[in-house]
C-alpha cells in the first residue's frame, strides 16, 4: 500500500489483524470531525438549533453565512458527508464557551478514551501542526463512535438534503466517501490537507463482524484501503473459542 501508516483492527475484540507504523503521530486532517461530532453530541439535542456566528471560508464549505440557522442533526450531516468546515466551527462557536471550550473538551474526551498520543487543535482538523493522532488511536475513536447508533447512521448516508430553519437556503450533500456500499463498507470518514496528505477511516461488515481501517498520508487513501479490504476479506477466518 502507498500509505505511510495503516492498520485494521476488529472492532469488537480490538485485535489488531494488520498494521504499519501504527504508532507514529500523524495529523488527523477532517477525521478530526469524529470527535467533533462526540463531543457535540454529548451536548446538543438533534432539534437543537444553532446559528452562524462567525463564517468560515477555508478547505471544504457549505458556503454558511453569519446569522443563518441550522439544526443540529443538519449541521452533522454537513460535518460528516461533504466534510463541511464551516458546519464544524459553527457548532464549536454554539458550545458554551465557544470554540475554546469546546476544542479543550475534545481533547478531555480524547484523554478518556485513552487516546494519550491524540491531540486537537481545531473542530475541523485544519490546523496539521499542532493537531496529532496514530493510526491505532484513531481506530480505536472509530470503535468507539460506532456505539453510536446517530454517529453511525450519519457516516453510513450517502445523499442527504438539509436546509436552514427557515427553508431559504437549501444544500445538497453528497458523502465524500466513494467506498461506501462496497463491499460491505459502512462508514466513516475522509480526511485531506497538503499536510496530512490522504486518510481514511472505514468501517467494513464481514461474516457479522465490523472491521475498522484507517489509512494516513496516502498516496490513493480509497485503493490503499481496498487492498487492504480485499486482503482481509481473502485472509480472515473467525474460530469459536471454548472453555
Known amino acids: 500500500i502507498l500509505a505511510q501508516a495503516a492498520i485494521v483492527v476488529d472492532k ?11 504508532n507514529l503521530r500523524f495529523s488527523p486532517a477532517s477525521t478530526t470531525k469524529i470527535m467533533t461530532a462526540l463531543t457535540a453530541l454529548d451536548y446538543f439535542k438533534l432539534t437543537d438549533v444553532l446559528e452562524v456566528k462567525r463564517a468560515t471560508g477555508e478547505g471544504s464549505i457549505l458556503g454558511l453565512v453569519r446569522g443563518e440557522k441550522m439544526t443540529f442533526l443538519d449541521l452533522l450531516y454537513a460535518m460528516l458527508l ?23 473538551k475534545m481533547n478531555q474526551k480524547a484523554k478518556l478514551l485513552g487516546l494519550n498520543n491524540t491531540h486537537f487543535q481545531d473542530p475541523a482538523g485544519l490546523l496539521d501542526q499542532d493537531g496529532y493522532t496514530t493510526p491505532l488511536e484513531l481506530a480505536r475513536l472509530a470503535s468507539y463512535a460506532l456505539d453510536n447508533k446517530i454517529f453511525s447512521q450519519i457516516v453510513s448516508t450517502k445523499y442527504r438534503f438539509i436546509s436552514d430553519i427557515y427553508a431559504v437556503n437549501t444544500y445538497s450533500l453528497l458523502n465524500r466517501n466513494k467506498l461506501l456500499g462496497i463491499n460491505g463498507i459502512s462508514g466513516i470518514k475522509t480526511g485531506f490537507t497538503d499536510e496530512a496528505g490522504g486518510v481514511l477511516v472505514t468501517s467494513k461488515e464481514q461474516n457479522g463482524h465490523t472491521l475498522i481501517i484507517v489509512v494516513m498520508r496516502s498516496e490513493d487513501r480509497f485503493g490503499d484501503t481496498l487492498a487492504l479490504a480485499s486482503y482481509v476479506s481473502d485472509s480472515l477466518t473467525y474460530l469459536s473459542i471454548h472453555p
Open 12 to 22: 469488537d475484540s480490538g485485535v489488531v489483524i494488520y498494521a504499519k507504523n501504527e
Open 82 to 104: 461533504p466534510s463541511a468546515n464551516d458546519a464544524a466551527f459553527v457548532i464549536a462557536q454554539n458550545y458554551p464557551g465557544e470554540e475554546k471550550i469546546f476544542i479543550e
